[in-house]
């Protein structure tokens, strides 16, 4: 895979990433599109030590008790979500990729809450609310989820 890196619009804020992504998913339960402002959002999962911010700050935004949205301070771009369930891993905005064309959804979930006029693409595992990450994850992301954790204490 090629160098990953990142910016927001306005081009102040930049990323890379160290190595590359352990997952991505689309999601389409009804809290997605409502923070999305459409059909679904993407995510693709990193550990939170692969994520370098090379140029710019964030500015930390409260989602939810558990979640907070870090944007570029100067457009407001999101970057990515830390989520306290989560402590090793951000939900990075794959569109803020400089090539987002290198990640695509290896997963579809919450699709009972998928707008009816989308069709998802066959080949592409697709649950009915959350996916169980031992049954979709590649193992080498998996292993590299686990020792971060063990890392941590987590």
Not at 98 to 127: E, M, N, Y
Request: some cysteine.
């Amino acid at each position: 895979m090629t160098r990953l890196t990142g910016r927001c619009v306005c081009e102040e804020l930049r990323y890379r990433l160290v190595v590359p992504p352990l997952f991505t998913q689309a999601c389409h339960c009804l809290e997605c599109q409502r923070e999305s402002g459409t059909a679904f959002t993407m995510a693709t999962i990193v550990m939170r030590e692969d994520l370098v911010i090379t140029q710019g700050t964030t500015l930390e935004k409260q989602m939810s008790p558990r979640s907070t949205a870090h944007a570029c301070s100067t457009c407001g771009t999101l970057i990515y979500v830390a989520s306290t369930r989560f402590p090793t891993t951000f939900r990075l905005r794959p569109g803020t990729l400089d090539d987002s064309s290198v990640v695509a959804p290896q997963a579809h979930i919450w699709v009972k809450r998928k707008q009816p006029w989308l069709t998802l693409p066959a080949g592409v595992p697709q649950f009915d609310e959350n996916c169980e990450i031992d049954s979709v994850w590649p193992a080498a992301s998996l292993a590299r989820l686990r020792a971060g954790e063990s890392r941590r204490g987590a």
